[in-house]
């Protein structure tokens, strides 16, 4: 089973995120073959060794677009390629389209929130007009929803997750 695994950063500036999704995508690929994409500019080698990376692949907004046309794209290759892709993160125009790309190849996919639903105090009318245009509909067709806390749990109400999605 290939999996594309979707992080939102991996380097030390990220903190506790990054380390949670290098250590899974890590532990993954021990099991399977994972191929990591991490947005460019947002990768430190010398980061993803200490966790064992070996296969991350920077992407930039312009490569999403290119696969969509482009069956050759690299993109596009490695998806076709994907049984299931793990995507982290949610305020990202990027994972909105991942998820689409996923959506019309029907290829399954993971949404790992990692606490990032909730509406907060930090840009709540910009969040709201997100996902009214995109972000709720990451969240419904998503295989599952992944929540790692009752409280993650209780930020899923608003998105209307059917029942029996969130793991």
């Not at 191929?35 to 947002?42: A, D, M, Q, S």
């Not at 997100?130 to 009752?150: D, K, M, Q, T, Y």
């Given at each position: ?56 692949k920077e992407f930039r907004l312009c ?9 050759e794209h690299w993109l596009a290759k ?82 209307s997750i059917a029942e029996g999605k969130?793991?």
């Amino acid at each position: 089973m290939h999996i594309v695994f979707v992080s939102s950063g991996l380097s030390f500036e990220y903190g506790g995120a990054a380390v949670s999704e290098a250590s899974l995508s890590g532990e993954l690929s021990r099991k399977r073959e994972v191929t990591v994409l991490c947005p460019k500019g947002r990768y430190d080698a010398k980061f993803g060794k200490i966790y064992g990376l070996s296969s991350v692949k920077e992407f930039r907004l312009c490569d999403i677009i290119s696969a969509w046309g482009d069956s050759e794209h690299w993109l596009a290759k490695l998806f076709s390629q994907a049984l299931l892709v793990h995507i982290n993160g949610h305020w990202r125009i990027q994972n909105y389209l991942i998820a689409r790309f996923c959506q019309r190849s029907q290829i399954p996919y993971l949404l790992h929130p990692r606490g990032m639903l909730m509406l907060n105090r930090k840009r709540p009318l910009l969040k709201r007009l997100f996902n009214i245009l995109i972000g709720n509909e990451i969240v419904r067709n998503a295989s599952r929803v992944i929540a790692l806390s009752h409280y993650e749990v209780a930020q899923f109400k608003p998105y209307s997750i059917a029942e029996g999605k969130t793991i």
